[in-house]
């Protein structure tokens, strides 16, 4: 029997895990399921004859050690700072590596090692990046097949809250890690549109408003990925006039989350003592002004050159940051305060929805005729904890593994899944679980 072992059992791990201990009578493997959180993993593993809990530090090195010693393919859900541990861990026991996070530059720095070892390290393997690498390369490698010149390739993706579940005026609710949701954006954004690179700062990024139309949904707002260029190289797309990765919103979040950045409140360099503070105080931190000369909603709004009756306002009332109640999170950061605020006001509830929208917008040419392609898709989450998130980052994971495991796989080295020999069995089998596209042409 196989042993898988999966470090982390968080938001993102729901679906894999079922995935995994579904598949796991007839694929005979048993998988190990390690986080600090014992509680949590037994409310995902159930009483699984084939899932074993583990309670662990991460950082307790004899512990993990013995953890992927006994293992025979490692699968790691951690935050990203904490990858390098497993990674060099999987290195010197020679246990393959799959993950959903970016390639970072410490893992970079094993990839000859990797290599050499003849050991698979899958980074990249989930939603966003993933699903969108292993679309956009099928459709590259299909469109060029056919003789087409690609001269604009542009990809969006989203995690939303499903229409039917919004009752915010954010339009938006938390689905994934609330500290990436809060610093998104922060390093600014760089991209090629019409031949000329741009770029933009954090906080020219959600002042853009820009808008696409999607499918069923109707006009979503869009900000550009921190570093679009980096995957024109990989997509073999270097010469072409416009490239773009970004991220999707309903546009009402854009401008709330403007009006936050413009407040300072997503800062995470500065900490400062919240006990005894008031929200109102806090969020005000940086204006100038007589703060007791008027209405709390009228002062920020003078100073965010917004009417107080405007959706800026309500949204700000909305996270509670207008009133006078006290934080008291201790010495904190603006971003570790603002996590906070996020997480409780605007969490899913046990009947929410949460939904993913990717869309990938080609233009090509193919025998002196332009051509207008569209691959949208759209995957609605069960409830709020088998979520839409969960769902697409979790099952490309499981179904690499179950690849690995079952000898399809020759791949060595530091990789991500742009190859046919990934996207091609990836892709058909996701389609089992309704994660599906649909293509248009204009």
Do not use: F
């Given at each position: 029997m196989k042993n898988i072992l999966l470090f982390g059992a968080g938001k993102s791990a729901t679906s894999l895990i079922d995935f995994l201990i579904t598949n796991a009578p007839r694929l005979k493997w048993h998988v190990t399921v390690a986080d600090q959180d014992l509680m949590l993993i037994k409310s995902k593993?159930?009483?699984?004859?084939?899932?074993t809990p583990v309670e662990l530090d991460i950082k307790n090195q004899t512990a993990r050690h013995q953890l992927i010693q006994e293992t025979d393919l490692v699968i790691s859900l951690l935050p990203p700072s904490l990858h390098i541990l497993v990674a060099k861990d999987c290195l010197q026991y020679r246990k393959n590596l799959l993950t959903a996070s970016y390639i970072d530059d410490e893992v970079r720095k094993l990839e000859k090692d990797i290599e050499a070892a003849g050991l698979l390290f899958m980074y990249e393997m989930g939603l966003d990046p993933g699903i969108d690498h292993m679309s956009a390369m099928k459709l590259i490698h299909s469109i060029e097949k056919k003789g087409g010149q690609i001269f604009s390739f542009?990809?969006?993706?989203?995690?939303?809250?499903?229409?039917?579940?919004?009752d915010n005026?954010?339009?938006?609710?938390?689905?994934?890690?609330?500290r990436n949701i809060v610093l998104s954006g922060s390093t600014g954004a760089t991209y090629k549109e019409k031949g000329k690179i741009r770029e933009l700062t954090y906080e020219q990024l959600f002042?853009?408003?820009k808008t696409i139309h999607v499918p069923g949904l109707g006009k979503m707002a869009y900000y550009p990925n921190r570093d679009s260029l980096a995957y024109m190289n990989i997509y073999k797309l270097q010469e072409i006039a416009t490239f773009m990765r970004a991220t999707l919103r309903f546009p009402d979040f854009c401008e709330g989350w403007?009006?936050?950045?413009?407040?300072?409140?997503?800062?995470?360099?500065?900490?400062?003592?919240?006990?005894q503070l008031s929200y109102f105080d806090w969020a005000t931190q940086n204006l100038e002004g007589n703060k007791s000369s008027e209405a709390h909603d009228e002062f920020v709004a003078q100073h965010l050159g917004v009417s107080s009756k405007s959706k800026v306002i309500r949204q700000l009332k909305y996270l509670g940051l207008l009133n006078g109640d006290q934080i008291n999170?201790?010495?904190?950061?603006?971003?570790?305060?603002?996590?906070?605020?996020?997480?409780?006001?605007?969490?899913?509830?046990?009947?929410?929805?949460?939904m993913i929208v990717m869309l990938h917008e080609i233009e090509f040419e193919r025998r002196s005729m332009a051509t207008r392609m569209h691959s949208y898709m759209i995957?609605?989450?069960?409830?709020?904890?088998?979520?839409?998130?969960?769902?697409?980052?979790?099952?490309p994971l499981g179904i690499m593994a179950k690849l690995i495991l079952q000898d399809k796989i020759s791949l060595t080295g530091l990789q991500i899944p742009v190859m046919p020999e990934v996207y091609n069995p990836v892709l058909k089998e996701l389609e089992d679980f309704d994660i599906r596209f649909e293509e248009s042409f204009e």
């Open positions: 593993t159930g009483k699984s004859y084939y899932a542009k990809s969006y993706c989203g995690g939303l809250i499903s229409p039917e579940s919004i005026p954010w339009q938006y609710k938390v689905s994934w890690n609330a002042d853009h408003n403007n009006a936050l950045i413009k407040l300072g409140l997503t800062d995470d360099a500065h900490k400062k003592q919240t006990d999170l201790g010495e904190q950061t603006n971003a570790a305060v603002l996590e906070h605020v996020v997480l409780d006001k605007l969490k899913m509830e046990p009947q929410d929805k949460d995957v609605q989450g069960e409830d709020n904890v088998r979520t839409a998130m969960a769902k697409t980052v979790g099952l």
